[in-house]
Each structure stands twice: as C-alpha cells, then as structure tokens.
C-alpha cells in the first residue's frame, strides 16, 4: 500500500484519460470496451486512488450475489441487527446499505469512496433501545448509499450489501457493479439451488482476473445435501482455477426465510464473521487483503488499458472510413459535374429549346431562367447521386448505425442549391451591367443579353460556340473574354460551394462525435507513466 504521492498522480492523470474516451459508434467489441471504461473509473475513482490517499481507512467488505441469496439475511446476522431489507422482493433494493463501527462512521459520512452515492441516514434502534439523533427519513432511490452504525462489528470492518447482480432493474445490476468494484474484500453469496448460475461464474472470474481478495459464501444449503452440495461446488471452483478461495457454507435454517428476528443464529455465521473480524484487525491479514486487491487492480491494467486504446483506435478508424466515403462520393460528383459542364450537358430539354429559340421565339430572360434551372438539376443530380453512394457504401460498415444520415435528397437541399445558383445568375447580371455600363451609351447592348450570353457560351460547351461570337460582337473581344472568366470563376465558385456545403451536411454527424487520435496515445502515455512510477 505505498501510498506515494507520484502514484496517486500516475493513477489520477490515467484516470482522466480514461474518463475521456468516448466510443460512440456500435463497433464490434464496442459494448465491452464500454463495459470495461466503466469498471476502470469505478476501480479508480471508488476503489484504487482512495483507498492510496488514505490507506488506514477501514476495510471494505461488498456482499453481492443473485436474487434471493441471502446477502440482506447473512449482512444482519454478522450485523447482529436488521440493518437491510431481507427477501426476494424488498422494496429498498436499490439503495444499498453500509454498515460500520460507530468509530469508523467518518470514513465513509463523506465522499471519499462512492462519490456519485448521496449519504442518507435512518433514524433506528440502537442496541441500547435509544433512538439514534441522526438523519431523518429519506426516500429510497439509485442514487443514495444508506450509511448504519453497528457497535457488534469490529473497528476497521465496513459491510456493504450491494444490490442483486443479477437484478431485473438494469440501474440496480449496473450499480451492483460499480459497488463491487470499490471493494477491499469480494464476499460472494450463491445458494445451493444457483450456484452454478452464469451471472455468479462471471463474476467470480472477474475476481479471478483482478487476483481480487474473494471469499465465498454458500448459503441456504440443506443439511441433508450439505456435503454432496459442497463437493461439488469445490470441484467447480477448482476446475476454474478457484479453489484456494476462501468458502464457508452456512446450512438452511428457518431464519434464511425471513421468519422470526430474521437472523442467523451467531453459530452459523460465526466462521465467516472470524474471517473477516481478522482480515480487519490483524496488520499483517489486513496489509495481505488490501495489498492483494490493489495490487491486483493496477496489474490488470496492463492489458485492460491496450483493449481500451484498441477499442479507441477502431473508433477513430471507423469514423475517418465514413468520413473517406462522403469526402470520395462529393469528390467524384464534383468531377463529374466539370465534365458535364465542359460537354454541355446543362443545354438539354427547356434549356436547349429556349437557346435555339434565341433571341427571335426565347427572351433573355426566359434563356437565363432555363438554363439556372437545367444548372440547378445537374447539381442537385450530383448530391443525390453522392448522397446514394454513401448511403451503400455505409451500409457495409457497422459503425455507421451509430450515426444520423438520410441518403435521399430532402427539399431543403434543393431549396439551398436553387439558391445558390439563382445568387451565382444575380452576380453574373450584376457583372454584365457593370461592364455594359463602361460602354458607349449608344453602342451598349442590354445587360441581360449579355448576361444570357455569358451563362450560355459558360454551360453549353461546344454547342453554343455562337453564343461567344454573339459577345464579342456586342462588347468586343476583350469585354467578352473577361466575362467568360469572371463570370466562370463565379460559377466554379458557386458549385464547389454548393458540393462542399452539402459534404458537411453529410459529415456534422462525425464531425460531432469529435473523434480525433489523440486519446489512444493518451492512453499508452499514461499506462507507461504508471508503469514507470511502479
């Protein structure tokens, strides 16, 4: 328990690192990898760094087991009390109680471990028959740790009965989780009917893995079964390489149903109570008990970490491959919309009627607007088009099911292409008049012939090659040239605008998700600390 001041940092800069990951789209493998940030800030922030910061703190024993084990009943009978609930049912389920020494009241009055619990305190019953002065009545809820003195525990011992693991509340096994993972001493209850249930295995291999202090408690044997019951057992646990666990049985009596005073006769709970009264108070058990614990927490962070970072890495990978699909999709429409542009591909159904029609059966006016509607159609082709793409395209990978796209173009994305292009018409106007204007007032033609002009000899390729003599005869060579650029610089302008501004749409969803590189490097960066501290 080397409470040094560099390891406490080493462990609370990884923590927040740690704290930072977010893993946000439903990779494979992703729900464990969140499974196990969750235990890592648990181990952490309830377990590992306070039980450093202040390793006098008394020993912290978390009973947890299935429904109907008998965890309420066994922590009342070592209590010598009713300080929790007992039965299958119990309405208080999901606040857990800690019970301690009198003396030991203030390690855990205050936040040091299980901060994200609020601290409530029930008046009851002492063993004396006075009514104890503290607290007042609080309604149950998930978010509270009920704290009870009890004068029959030894100085140094703290029980916790935990919430059913195996809850039908999901907020009851997720908090059952966290309440163990803060623990000093994993007591594990299982009954003779149960204990060969998937749930207790997991955890006592999790136990296993983080070379945890465990003992475990079979509960509830009947006496005629005692022996075959616990043979088998021990040859369960042996088999998972369990066997040097600590086990007491305690047999089936009237009390385990809740009958009577609801505890144990002392006898029967009188070998586990020895076990931990000692744990509690002989240094060398308890310095055994603690060091093991912690020690096993920070050597599993040797693998646990790299998943992290792993899992991280994958995230991010992900997200650049969704973010790689639009980028290509918007790229390949973007050359594609040039090519049609450089063919003449907007000069086709009303457009080609009215240029053919120009100026004799079709006005400027008439020739402009159709050919911003044929411009605004091919561009919005192109964002249909590169919206589809992407649409396949992500249905292959998993990570995208985490986030929002609708591959079909919406009428709002129509509505802003229109806009754009009827701007990129309005400029190309406002160039036409301010050239017009530098004309000879007698020899000026009409700005909106010109502007038609410009817009036809820029869209319609080779097919109005005459719309560009047309120009020139009416503002000269050299006007009409520098229209042709201007007024192509502008349309360039206008479209790239349009694709990049529909490709972001596309992205905001990543872009949000704010998924970056950094905190995988963050995460070795501060598991080497640690490790260079140790």
Request: with cysteine.
């Amino acid at each position: 328990m080397d409470a040094r001041p560099q390891l406490i940092d080493a462990l609370t800069a990884l923590r927040d690192r740690v704290a930072a990951v977010r893993l946000p789209l439903p990779l494979p493998g992703a729900p464990r990898a969140r499974q196990t940030r969750v235990e890592l800030l648990a181990q952490l922030d309830d377990y590992l760094v306070p039980r450093l910061k202040s390793p006098d703190a008394p020993l912290l024993a978390v009973v947890g087991g299935s429904t109907g084990a008998g965890k309420s009943t066994l922590v009342n009978s070592l209590v010598g009390r009713r300080v929790s609930e007992a039965g299958v049912l119990r309405p208080t389920t999901r606040t857990p109680v800690l019970a301690c020494h009198p003396d030991d009241h203030h390690w855990f009055a205050g936040m040091r471990v299980l901060p994200q619990l609020s601290r409530v305190w029930l008046p009851h019953q002492e063993e004396a028959g006075e009514e104890s002065d503290e607290g007042a009545p609080a309604p149950d809820g998930g978010n509270e740790l009920r704290i009870e003195k009890a004068s029959n525990l030894p100085r140094g011992l703290a029980l916790l009965d935990a919430p059913d693991i195996d809850s039908l509340v999901v907020e009851n096994r997720l908090l059952a989780a966290r309440l163990i993972c803060a623990a000093d001493v994993w007591v594990m209850v299982t009954t003779a009917s149960r204990y060969a249930d998937a749930v207790p295995w997991h955890l006592l291999r999790t136990a296993k893995e983080y070379n945890a202090t465990l003992i475990i408690v079979l509960d509830r044997v009947p006496h005629q079964v005692i022996n075959d019951v616990s043979r088998q057992y021990a040859a369960l646990l042996t088999k998972a390489g369990l066997g040097d666990v600590p086990r007491f049985t305690v047999p089936e009596l009237p009390e385990s149903a809740g009958r009577g005073s609801g505890l144990l006769p002392t006898t029967a709970v009188a070998p586990l109570f020895a076990w931990l009264a000692h744990r509690a108070q002989d240094p060398a058990a308890r310095q055994q008990a603690l060091g093991r614990t912690a020690t096993g927490v920070i050597d599993s962070l040797a693998s646990r970490m790299p998943e992290l970072a792993a899992a991280v890495a994958g995230q991010y990978a992900a997200a650049v491959r969704l973010m790689g699909v639009v980028e290509e999709a918007y790229e390949k429409e973007r050359e594609r919309v040039n090519r049609q542009l450089t063919s003449g591909a907007v000069l086709a159904g009303d457009a080609r009627t009215r240029w053919r029609g120009f100026p004799r059966d079709s006005s400027a006016g008439e020739l402009l607007d159709a050919l911003v509607g044929s411009l605004c159609a091919l561009v919005q082709c192109a964002v249909a088009a590169a919206d589809e793409h992407v649409h396949d395209a992500w249905r292959r990978e998993p990570g995208a099911a985490g986030v929002t796209f609708d591959g079909r173009l919406d009428l709002e994305a129509a509505e802003r292409i229109g806009i754009a292009v009827r701007r990129w018409r309005r400029e190309l106007e406002e160039l036409a008049e301010e050239e017009v204007r530098g004309l000879e007032q007698s020899a000026a033609p009409d700005s909106e012939t010109v502007a038609a002009l410009v817009a036809a000899a820029l869209l319609g390729g080779r097919r109005t090659r005459g719309a560009g003599e047309q120009l020139a005869e009416r503002v000269g060579a050299q006007i009409a040239l520098r229209l042709r650029d201007r007024g192509g610089e502008l349309m360039t302008t206008c479209i790239d605008g349009v694709l990049n501004s529909e490709r972001d749409r596309r992205l905001a969803p990543l872009d949000a998700l704010d998924m970056t590189p950094d905190p995988q490097a963050e995460l070795i960066a501060a598991l080497s600390l640690l490790q260079k501290v140790r």
